[in-house]
């Protein structure tokens, strides 16, 4: 089937430049430190508002591992870590994200090869060579520290490569079974209904007859991403990929691209030259369209992030009310209403995965359906 072989080389190109924006979306300056470490309490349970609200925050932003639980009576995180890969001002330097273990002396300094490197708020900074330790000023901003350039295997890019693969899988099976026949066989009689559904649905409606079948590939491929890493932020894992800015901001750029590119002349027409309108109406016209071509992506982009961070968010808090709620509730009583509310929440999110998947598809091809529309001229 040609959509499932176009879709194919779609994900491979779509993952490539995920990763590098996501990657360079790890850098940042440290606005803030925050006033202690909620996973290096030894003994210590996060159970206040503070500890609590620190910890939501930082399950919500990306990281250089992977940490289920930690141990509270020794402080031994349980879980693994990924490989960091940053240039720094000698070049190239790898090694794995353990070496910036946890401790209660402060930000541990890596140093690798005569380079010192140390993590601040899951961002790598390299010091100062003469540096022995991390000094910050009044306003908690690291004052012998510099940004690098972090091409990490975070868990975004983790989230992303499981995505992509199982993409491809899903794909390459659908492909080979209509290779079978007109009636696919085994898992692709499961991805044929949702193939059919974006077909007849999303890009026959919005891009017409003629020409759907160009951008195919790519409506399949995005709704097909974004379905797959929604579904993934509701595992216990904590991937939280397309709550990431940078993801929905390249995910974004990519419709913006293929609409401009896509467009014919009547679209740039009506953007720069609105037919059958006076002169001095069609300049000020002008920066109207313009603004409103550049708001179509900021919209796509903006939309995602901020529903798929809100549905984290509030799924943190329900499950914080086990351990807010205790003492006027008792322990039983806190942990029945949160296991409820989280449930219910997440059922809603299963719903709020797809949905926003479809909304980002739908959108795509309805800008790019203006975009490739011919317009009759009376």
Same mark, same amino acid.
């Given at each position: 089937?040609m959509i499932?072989? /176009?879709?194919i080389? *779609?994900?491979t ?5 995920? #990763?590098?924006?996501?990657? $360079?979306a790890?850098h ?6 925050e006033a ?5 309490t030894v003994?210590?349970p ?5 500890e609590?609200?620190?910890y939501?925050?930082h399950h919500l932003?990306?990281s250089?591992?992977?940490?289920f639980?930690?141990?509270a ?7 693994f ?9 000698k070049g ?7 070496? #910036?273990h946890? /401790? ?5 300094i890596? =140093?690798? =090869?005569g380079v010192?490197?140390?993590?601040i ?7 100062d ?15 012998n520290a510099?940004k690098?350039?972090?091409f990490s295997i975070t868990?975004?890019?983790v989230?992303?490569?499981l995505?992509? $693969?199982?993409l ?8 080979r ?5 007109a009636?696919p066989?085994? #898992?692709a ?7 059919i559904y974006v077909? =007849?649905?999303i890009?026959?409606? /919005?891009?017409g007859e003629k020409k759907y079948?160009?951008?195919?590939? #790519?409506l399949?491929t995005?709704?097909?991403?974004i379905?797959?890493l929604?579904?993934?932020g509701?595992?216990p894992?904590? $991937?939280?990929?397309t709550?990431n800015?940078?993801v929905?901001?390249c995910?974004?750029? $990519?419709?913006?691209f293929?609409?401009?590119f896509?467009g ?11 037919p059958g309108v006076p002169v001095l109406?069609k300049?000020?016209l ?6 409103g ?12 992030f901020?529903? &798929?961070t809100?549905g984290?968010?509030v799924v943190?808090?329900?499950i ?5 709620a205790?003492?006027?509730?008792? &322990?039983?009583?806190?942990f ?6 989280t *449930?219910?929440?997440?059922l809603?999110e299963?719903l709020?995965?797809f949905l ?5 598809t739908?959108l ?11 317009h009759?001229?009376h």
């Amino acid at each position: 089937m040609m959509i499932a072989k /176009n879709s194919i080389k *779609l994900v491979t190109t779509l993952l490539i430049a995920l #990763f590098s924006v996501a990657t $360079f979306a790890q850098h940042g300056d440290n606005h803030e430190e925050e006033a202690h470490d909620t996973h290096s309490t030894v003994g210590n349970p996060i159970d206040t508002k503070e500890e609590i609200k620190a910890y939501s925050e930082h399950h919500l932003k990306d990281s250089h591992d992977f940490i289920f639980y930690t141990d509270a009576a020794t402080g031994e995180h349980k879980g693994f870590s990924l490989p960091v890969i940053v240039w720094t001002s000698k070049g190239l330097k790898t090694f794995m994200s353990s070496a #910036f273990h946890h /401790n209660d002396d402060g930000h541990v300094i890596v =140093d690798k =090869d005569g380079v010192k490197l140390t993590k601040i708020h899951s961002k790598i900074y390299e010091l100062d060579a003469n540096a022995t330790e991390v000094t910050f000023d009044d306003k908690h901003h690291a004052t012998n520290a510099h940004k690098v350039l972090d091409f990490s295997i975070t868990k975004t890019v983790v989230g992303m490569l499981l995505a992509s $693969f199982l993409l491809l899988l899903g794909f390459t099976s659908l492909a080979r079974g209509y290779k079978k026949g007109a009636i696919p066989t085994g #898992f692709a009689r499961v991805l044929e209904p949702l193939v059919i559904y974006v077909r =007849d649905d999303i890009a026959r409606p /919005n891009i017409g007859e003629k020409k759907y079948r160009k951008y195919m590939g #790519f409506l399949l491929t995005v709704f097909f991403f974004i379905w797959i890493l929604n579904l993934l932020g509701l595992t216990p894992l904590g $991937f939280n990929v397309t709550g990431n800015i940078a993801v929905t901001v390249c995910l974004a750029l $990519f419709t913006f691209f293929i609409v401009q590119f896509s467009g014919n002349k009547d679209y740039w027409q009506h953007i720069f030259w609105m037919p059958g309108v006076p002169v001095l109406m069609k300049i000020a016209l002008i920066p109207i369209e313009v603004l409103g071509m550049l708001t179509k992506p900021f919209s796509l982009l903006i939309r995602l992030f901020a529903n &798929i961070t809100a549905g984290h968010a509030v799924v943190m808090g329900l499950i914080a009310v086990a351990y807010t709620a205790k003492q006027s509730l008792g &322990i039983a009583g806190g942990f029945g209403v949160s296991f409820f509310l989280t *449930l219910f929440i997440s059922l809603i999110e299963i719903l709020v995965a797809f949905l926003q998947a479809f909304i980002f598809t739908m959108l795509s091809s309805l800008f790019i359906g203006m975009a490739v529309a011919e317009h009759d001229e009376h």
